[in-house]
Structures are given as C-alpha cells and as structure tokens.
C-alpha cells in the first residue's frame, strides 16, 4: 500500500505553490537572460515551488523595438528554450518563459510552457496593443485565432502544440489545472483567461511587461484582483522590471498573487536584483467555491459553446512542498487582523443588525422591546444594537425593557454589570427572580433539586433557561413589546442553547448571524468609538473581561460553569465552523489550517485589541480533540436547533445557519463521514 501522504504539507491538503519571478532583465541578450531564468528556477525548486511564471519576452526582454525581428536574436532565443527546458525535469518546477517565436512567416509574442524536461505547448498573445506607447502590431501577429488543432509549432527537431486554446493539467493532481495570458490580454473586456477558467483552469498566469506610470501599479492589481474573483481562480501576474531598456520608458517589475479576490502575495517594486514571489493557491477551495456557485457551470455551457480546448497533461509528481503554508491566514476568519478591515467589517455588521431591527420594529409599529440581560456578551451586544436602532428610529430608549432575572447559578459580578449596563444606556431596567418560579417548577416535576438534592442536570439548566423565556415572553404580550433574541451563530453552530421554551426562541434575534469571536470586536469597536454614548464604555469593557458562562450551574470551589470548558474555545470552534460551512472543507484540512494558524502564538498578526493573555497557541491533538467534538455537535445533534430558529439577518459570508437564510442540512443525520475522515487523516501527535 503507498504510503499516507505527508499531513504537514500544503499540497496534501490542495495546495500548488506558485511563484511570480521578477528576473533582472538583459537588453536583448538571450543568454543572460537564460542564466537569469536558470538561476529563478533553482531557487524556487529549493522553496518547493511547482509553477513558475517569468515576465513578458523574459528571454530576449521586451523593450527592444524592432530588434526582434532580428534573425540572430531569434535563433538564441530558442536555443535557449531547448537548453532550458531539461531544468524542469530536474527540478520538477514547470516554468512559463516569455519568448517571440515565429511560424509560417509570422512572429508571435508568445509564452513558452516548459514541464517535465520538454516544452510542453506554447501560447500567443491573442491580444496586441497598439496604442500611445505600444507598437506590437509593426512586429507581432495577433494569435487570436491560432488554435491547436491547425498545426504545431517547431522549436529545433520538436513539434509542439501551438494556440490560445491550451490548458495544462496534472495528470496525477486533480484540480492542478493552469493557462496562460499575456499581459494587454487582460486589459480586454473579455480576456482569454475568462474562457480559460471556464475550460477548467483554476490557476491563470500572466506574463506581462507593463511599463510603469503613476497610478498603474492599483490598477494591474485591481485587474488581477477583479478577474481572480469574476473567473473564480488564482491569478499570478509577472511583470517584467530593472534592466528594461528605459529609452522611453520604465518598469517597477511588479509580481502579485491573487485568489478568489483577495491578493495573497505581493513582491517588492523597483528592485534591482531577480527575486520571486511566492504563494500557496488553493486549488481545491477554487473548486469547491465554482461547485457551490452554479452560475460558474451555467456560464461555461453558454460561453464554451464553440471553443473546444486542449488538454496538455503533465507530471506535477509527488509532494514537496512542506510547511509552513505560505499564504495570510486569520486565526479569526470572522475577525480580520488588519485594523481597517476589522473597522469596516464592525461597521458593517453594527448596521445590518441595526438595520434588520429597525425594519421589524417599523413594520410592527413596535415602541417597546424586552430584553434579558445577564451581563454576559451576548445580551451586551444585542442591548447595544437595540439602543441604536431606537436613536436611528427617534424612539425614547426607555422604550427598551431590559430584564434580569438572576437564577441559582447567577454571579454578583455579572449581575451589577446588567444593572450597571442598563443604567449607564438609560434604558428601562427590572429585576427578577426567578428561583421562586423554578422552585415551583422543579417540585412539579419532582426533581431532586427541590428535595435539597445538589442534582445539576441539564434539566436544571433548562428550567432557569426556560423560565427567563417565559417571563420575557409573557412581559411582551403585558407591555406591548416584542422579544429580542441574544443568541449567536457560533452558539447554534453548537446547539448551545436550550431549545423551542429557552434561550433559543425569540421574537426577532439580531445575534442569530454574528459569530461570537466577532460580537467581543464589535461590543470593543462600539466602546472604542462612543456609538451608544460614553457613559457605557467602563462596563463594555468589564464585561469583556468576564469569562463565558451560561451561569445555569452553581460555581464549585469557586470555579464558574465555563462554557468553553464543555464547548471548546470559541476561537477555535469559530475556525471550524467558517471553514466546514463556507467552503465545505475536509476535517483534516480544516484541522492542518487550524493548526498552521495557531501552532506559535508569536506567528503572524492578532487583531487590534486582542488582549495578551488570549495569545494563545493550540497544539494538534488539542486542536483534533475539540474539532471532534464541534463534529458531533454541528452535523449530529444541534440541527434540529437551526431548522427552526426566529428571523433575524445573515450577517458574514462564512453563513447563516438559519435554514432560510443559508445552511439548509437535516436534523436526524450522522457525522460519521466527518468523524471518519479527521480520525484517518489527522495524525495523533
Ligand atoms: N434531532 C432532534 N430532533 C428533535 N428533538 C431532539 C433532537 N435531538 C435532541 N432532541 C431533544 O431536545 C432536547 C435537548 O435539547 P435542549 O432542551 O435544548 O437541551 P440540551 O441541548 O440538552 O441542553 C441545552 C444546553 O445549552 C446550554 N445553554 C443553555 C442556555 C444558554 C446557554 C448559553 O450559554 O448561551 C447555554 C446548557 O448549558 C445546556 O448544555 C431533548 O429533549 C431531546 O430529546
Ligand atoms: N441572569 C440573567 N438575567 C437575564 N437574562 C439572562 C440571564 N442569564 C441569561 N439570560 C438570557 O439568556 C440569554 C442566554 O444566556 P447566556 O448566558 O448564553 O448569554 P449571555 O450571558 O448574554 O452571553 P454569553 O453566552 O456570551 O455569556 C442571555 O443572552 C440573556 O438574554
Ligand atoms: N505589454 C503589454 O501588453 C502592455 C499593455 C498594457 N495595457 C499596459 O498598459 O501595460
């Protein structure tokens, strides 16, 4: 049997490493752009890169006018590509050169794919510019319209396929499917790598010398960012840079990495020395991402009709490619670590659920809401959006009744931090008590709590739980009001709460689509910025410091009931949840990514404002331990939570779990699929 593939290597888990090389260019100078070239391409095998793409005519470089026509500059240039091409068996990197190539009295503008020790096929520039400083057309044929099928191309004694209908497949690594552009080609409406995603390609290269001007730098990368994200691919653009002729023009050699719309990689500008770029793209998230979004399929039926696309297989062999992954990756998918990112998202999610409140209260011509506040985030936040959906509506925020109803298990602190909340946000506050009713109910019910019995079960739980939804409930038909729901998405992620007569019913729940490790950022982004008033701010922060509990259990030995002592730590819960339910993604690779975010506390970027003491670090087993667990509980037993959850709106793209809102999935099924696949590919240790 073959061995298991390595667990802590990208491309076990879908990855390609690719690379941008940004060569110093020779001025018409085959040669010494070849050892150039030869140099690049070792030393991104030493980084374990398997695709590389150099700039526009990197062999002869591109600045050099009417040279190109020049017989003897033409003959190095494919000597050089034959002496070039035996590298890539060496190294097992494959590499696309730039090189102008002729066929049948004309000359082409054309990218070289050399793969498994041989050119593999070559693709023309279908698109010439010919505009202010561009002269293409006095030198090159335009090859649009040059397909495969119409005849090869000669390089010395080999005939290779030759067209813009190529696309190049691994044949032993599915979804490792790339194609190549060349640079004017994506300034077109339609660029030929629109058709090529659509063939298949997940990966588009573009082999580009674009002089440098003010401004032209935003607006390659917003093209690169913008066709990434339209053809659902990764994008890698190579443009060529120091040692181009400068007669007319300059070249800041930009080199970017970009997926789905989000740029992974960017090189430095305006060096002088050759360098590289290097990214981990995920091929297999692509494709989960067009499996998902069936508009992609739809238009490849529409817009293939007519192409026909050749396949040219290649080798892309075995792994070599180890960690760590070389890509940005969140601890926090919810919570951005650039600080205008997390600004823009907190402002974002504040207004949707602002905004989503405002619309039920108007359509209800509501004036009152109660709500239970305990203290805790959950209550805080949805508190927070409800006194500025009444500011926004002009409604007086007394209007707000806000309940707490201390139980068995209810601490001092979060206690005066309810009461200390309510005041300072001057809303209507009452208190409670509601061990009296669950007394009476415990009785009722003969359990053995109410004998003096120190029994703390579930059903212990869930008749405080139940009790506060009753009373909140019955105080809305009293006062006029409408119930508003406290619980968040990665709680029902969880089926952390107690269902139908408990914390899980509400009248509307404006916490239904933010994820817990979000609501924390966005109670400190309310505060941070006064926007329901200073006086809350000392408590915001307090009650940030509290740890998370449902306070159903009595403390023992002074211990609170942690709900991440049972749950796990909701980072981490909130890592798995994105990642299973944005992308479908296998347990194993969630597990690796997970790991790969967490394993060194002093790696990477935290979000501003992350305390010290929550920079922590998870090992695998731990990491295994409670992905396990979140397992269970998301695809086994806490479905039935979600089909049947109050209204209220999907804020992040990582999903709604509401069944109308997003994630539809029964509630009687298994997660032994799941379970199945992290315990044979994760390792233990
Ligand atoms: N698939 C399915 N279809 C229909 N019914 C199903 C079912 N699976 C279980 N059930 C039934 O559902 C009941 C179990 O669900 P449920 O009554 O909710 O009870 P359960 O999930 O067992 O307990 C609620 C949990 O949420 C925690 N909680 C409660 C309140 C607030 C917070 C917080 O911190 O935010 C946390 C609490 O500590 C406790 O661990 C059982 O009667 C079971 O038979
Ligand atoms: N002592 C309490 N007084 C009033 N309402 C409460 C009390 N305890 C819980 N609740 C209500 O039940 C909901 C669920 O309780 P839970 O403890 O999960 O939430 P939380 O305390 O707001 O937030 P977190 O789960 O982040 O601690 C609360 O949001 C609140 O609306
Ligand atoms: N080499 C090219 O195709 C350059 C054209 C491209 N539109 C540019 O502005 O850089």
């Not at 120091?242 to 430095?268: K, N, P, V």
């Not at 949805?382 to 509506?393: E, K, Q, S, T, Y």
Request: one cysteine or more; a negative charge; aromatic letters at 8%.
């Amino acid at each position: 049997m073959a061995d298991a593939p390595p667990f802590h290597s990208p491309t076990t888990h879908g990855f390609v490493r690719v690379a941008a090389a940004t060569p110093v260019v020779h001025t018409a100078d085959p040669v010494a752009n070849a050892e150039e070239h030869v140099a690049l391409i070792r030393r991104a095998a030493a980084e374990g890169v398997e695709l590389l793409v150099f700039p526009e005519l990197s062999l002869s470089a591109y600045a050099i006018d009417d040279l190109v026509m020049q017989g003897a500059l033409l003959d190095e240039v494919e000597r050089q590509i034959a002496l070039l091409a035996p590298l890539t068996a060496e190294t097992g990197v494959a590499a696309v050169v730039g090189a102008p190539l002729r066929r049948d009295d004309r000359l082409y503008n054309c990218a070289v794919v050399l793969g498994n020790g041989r050119v593999l096929g070559v693709v023309p520039k279908t698109y010439l510019p010919n505009y202010r400083e561009y002269y293409e057309k006095r030198w090159f044929s335009a090859g649009g319209d040059v397909s495969s099928h119409d005849g090869a191309l000669t390089l010395g004694d080999e005939e290779v396929p030759f067209g813009t209908d190529l696309v190049f497949e691994a044949a032993d690594r599915p979804g490792f499917v790339f194609a190549v552009e060349i640079c004017e080609d994506y300034w077109a409406p339609l660029p030929p790598s629109t058709r090529q995603a659509l063939a298949g390609a997940r990966i588009l290269l573009n082999l580009s010398a674009s002089n440098i001007v003010i401004g032209k730098a935003e607006e390659r990368a917003l093209l690169c960012a913008s066709q990434s994200a339209r053809a659902m691919a990764a994008y890698v653009f190579a443009a060529s840079g120091w040692g181009e002729s400068t007669t007319d023009l300059a070249w800041d050699g930009q080199a970017t990495i970009h997926e789905l719309g989000a740029c992974l990689a960017s090189g430095e500008r305006f060096a002088l020395e050759s360098h590289l770029t290097i990214a981990d793209v995920d091929i297999e998230r692509i494709g989960l991402d067009r499996l998902r979004n069936g508009t992609f399929a739809d238009c490849a039926r529409d817009e293939l009709d007519g192409y026909v696309f050749e396949r040219v297989l290649f080798e892309a062999g075995e792994a070599r490619t180890g960690g760590p992954l070389r890509r940005p990756l969140d601890r926090f998918p919810f919570v951005p670590d650039d600080p205008a990112r997390l600004d823009q998202d907190c402002y974002e999610a504040f207004n949707i659920q602002v905004q989503g409140l405002m619309r039920r209260m108007k359509a209800t011509n509501g004036e009152r809401l109660v709500i239970g506040v305990s203290g805790g985030l959950d209550s805080t936040q949805a508190l927070l959006v409800a006194c500025r959906a009444f500011d926004r509506l002009g409604l007086p925020r007394t209007g707000i009744l806000g309940y707490t109803m201390p139980g068995f298990a209810t601490s001092e602190g979060t206690k005066s931090n309810a009461w200390t909340l309510m005041r300072a946000l001057g809303v209507t506050g009452e208190e409670i008590d509601i061990r009296p009713t669950a007394m009476t109910m415990l009785e009722g019910i003969g359990h053995p709590f109410a004998q003096g019995e120190p029994v703390h079960d579930i059903t212990f739980e869930n008749v405080q739980a139940g009790l506060r939804t009753d009373y909140l409930f019955r105080l809305a038909n009293h006062h006029g009001a409408f119930v508003l729901g406290t619980g968040d998405l990665s709680e029902l992620a969880l089926g952390w709460a107690t269902y139908g007569v408990g914390d899980h019913m509400s009248h509307y729940n404006v916490n239904g689509g933010v994820a817990k490790t979000l609501i924390r950022h966005l109670i400190r982004w309310v505060a941070d910025r006064e926007v329901v008033g200073a006086e809350a701010v000392p408590v915001l922060r307090g009650i940030l410091d509290t740890e998370i509990s449902p306070e159903l259990v009595p403390a023992t030995d002074g211990k609170i009931q942690s709900t991440e002592g049972t749950v796990g730590p909701y980072p981490l819960n909130d890592f798995f949840l994105f990642y299973i339910t944005r992308y479908g993604l296998k347990p194993s690779k969630v597990a690796w990514l997970c790991h790969e975010a967490w394993r060194d506390a002093s790696r990477g970027h935290w979000p501003a404002g992350t305390p010290e003491d929550e920079r922590v670090e998870y090992d695998l087993a731990t990491i295994k331990h409670w992905l396990r667990k979140f397992l269970v509980r998301f695809f086994q037993t806490a479905q039935f939570k979600r089909s049947a959850l109050p209204n209220g709106p999907k804020v992040v793209t990582g999903g709604s779990l509401s069944p109308r809102g997003d994630w539809r999935a029964p509630s009687d099924s298994t997660a032994r699929v799941w379970l199945d696949e992290l315990e044979a590919n994760v390792p233990d240790a």
